[in-house]
């Protein structure tokens, strides 16, 4: 595609409720990433694919939040048993090279998950 | 230590003005130093990159690295209402990982 795609655009979830996030890369971008950005914070790392490989989880929360990227391609962030600490709105981005090419990378335009 | 520090202003500035916006990091081994744009309910954009000491510019925007003081700024020359938004600073962690600060909102009154 011509830019990262992320669906939903909005999701409200009730707490304790499992939620699925989905991000569609540029089509032939090695690397794709999550970022968590809380209101008024910039953007917080969760985790780093290399194709189908996930080298980097160390940002993940808590063992409630599970990401994977089975096919190299698409991405899902997985929270189980949301909280409302996990309201926020989650950024995927994805670039071309093994790592962040050296010129940052491009953004999806995020998915808002307010937990009530 | 991982931090990158910014005002959180908002900042003001006239339509026409130079708009300076500045950050600061607390890791001397940081190489590569970012700016982005991001509008209300938006994603970041990506604005201008920098690693070397000095200037770079690019359009109406100049980045200036400075590694001894370890600050890099942004200058947004003749600003019109459409730089209004939150322009964060991020770094390099790792050779994928970035670090980034609060932001700055810009505000430019017309």
């Known amino acids: 595609g011509a830019g990262v795609s992320q669906s939903p655009r909005y999701k409200v979830a009730k707490r304790g409720q499992d939620v699925a996030l989905r991000c569609d890369p540029i089509s032939g971008h090695v690397s794709l990433f999550w970022y968590q950005q809380a209101l008024g914070q910039g953007p917080e790392f969760l985790t780093y694919f290399q194709n189908e490989a996930q080298l980097d989880k160390s940002g993940l929360p808590s063992d409630r939040f599970f990401a994977e990227r089975p096919e190299g391609s698409v991405s899902t962030l997985k929270i189980q048993r949301t909280q409302q600490e996990d309201s926020a709105v989650y950024l995927c981005a994805s670039s071309l090279g093994p790592t962040g090419d050296g010129y940052g990378y491009t953004f999806g335009s995020g998915t808002r998950l307010t937990v009530v | 230590q991982k931090e990158v520090e910014q005002n959180s202003g908002p900042l003001s500035v006239p339509e026409g003005a130079i708009a300076s916006l500045n950050c600061t990091y607390s890791?001397?081994?940081?190489?590569?130093f970012f700016w982005y744009r991001q509008y209300s309910g938006k994603s970041p954009e990506l604005i201008m990159f920098?690693?070397s000491n000095g200037d770079k510019e690019d359009g109406r925007f100049t980045a200036q690295l400075n590694k001894a003081s370890q600050y890099v700024s942004l200058l947004i020359r003749d600003s019109q209402p459409s730089d209004s938004a939150t322009y964060l600073c991020?770094?390099?962690?790792?050779?994928?990982?970035?670090?980034w600060g609060a932001g700055t909102k810009l505000i430019i009154k017309p």
């Open positions: 890791d001397r081994g940081s190489q590569s």
């Open positions: 920098i690693y």
């Open positions: 991020a770094r390099y962690f790792s050779n994928y990982q970035l670090i």
